[in-house]
């Protein structure tokens, strides 16, 4: 028996961990929170998580199939993890204010959205983005209403809220504008809150 054959063969300690399509999505979004769309391919991807690029193919045809399965984990793991953590605050303000301030600490989230908006040419994010933006735009336009406000003035106000966060995205993550320290960051969140919503 040829011994070298047989130590070469994988065990179950050896062989590569068997990855699922969500590993594959996840480690895409994670690309393109470091690199942006463009870097998304299949190559770096398999030696990023230690794999062939069989495992890949074992799962989508295509890096297009890829970007669309990641874009579409990020908009649903977004969705549960910030409005649908907020379901059980009865309260309108105090729902928007936790809104607010649990938004500003997600970091990772932010760094993707600002990517997206970057690669809005693509037909693959177009549809994400017009998604998300809407669904945004409808719970702060819903939130403002229970909190008291007109159906106008709540437009306006929601508006307001969702420009403030892109901008702020611009001017921190493509306008490289000086990064605030966490003190004046925290003054920065607690003035947007007392200034949008109403007492």
Known sequence: MNTSAANARPTSSTRAPRLSADDWAQAALD???EQGIAAVAVEPLARRLGVTKGSFYWHFPSRDALLQAALE????VEQESVFGSLEVVPDPRLRLRQ???LVAHE???HIIYSELLKALDHPAVQPVIARVS???MEYLVASFRQAG???TDAQHRARLAYAAYVGFLQLSLQLHQPRMQHEEFEDYVNHVIAALIPN
């Open 31 to 33: 690309m393109v929170a």
């Open 73 to 76: 984990r990020w908009e649903t």
């Open 99 to 101: 809104l607010f301030l």
């Open 107 to 109: 970091a990772k989230s």
């Open 134 to 136: 809407q669904r945004r």
């Open 149 to 151: 406000l007109g159906r």
